[in-house]
């Protein structure tokens, strides 16, 4: 296939597809005001894959201001608190209140809803596939852009 045209026909697949999963994600957490990014940080103190802003900084690769904008409304919203760590009174634990804990736990089920029907409607087999051809791209070949 011409290359101007495989890049069209991308782009138009590409665009389409991300514009209606995230409108489906995004439709799972409306009614508790959190965008994806933050129900991610309410899934990864849930699943203690992190535990402060530098944990977050480090796993999803954005710069703490971000980050920071993330918990501040998550902190609004009462999803989250944060305290002072004991052993280092710099560092800033991060916790789910009862408000966050049954927040990150419905949106969850209702994603998960979602994610069985994508992957009864296209196999599980297309779903890992596609996972690794992202994973190839992000490494192979967002890396080395994203490092100059």
């Known amino acids: 296939m011409e290359t101007n045209k495989l890049m069209t026909e991308f782009i138009d697949v590409y665009f389409k597809t ?19 990014e933050q129900y991610q940080i309410l899934r990864d103190i849930a699943n203690e894959r992190v535990s402060n802003l530098t944990d977050i900084v480090r796993l999803r690769g954005v710069t703490k201001p971000a ?17 002072t760590a004991e052993a280092d009174r710099r560092r800033h634990v991060l916790k789910l209140t009862p408000a966050g804990k049954t927040t990150e736990r419905e949106i969850t089920q209702t994603v998960n809803a979602k994610f069985n029907r994508f992957v009864e409607t296209i196999g599980p087999d297309k779903v890992d596939e596609l996972r690794a051809l992202l ?4 490494q192979d070949y967002l890396e080395p852009e994203k490092r100059g």
């Open 67 to 83: 980050i920071a904008r993330q918990l501040r409304t998550l902190r609004n919203l009462d999803y989250i608190s944060q305290t």
């Open 135 to 138: 994973a190839t791209i992000d």
């Open 18 to 36: 991300m514009k209606d999963l995230n409108l489906t994600l995004q439709a799972s957490m409306a009614q508790y005001q959190v965008s994806f």
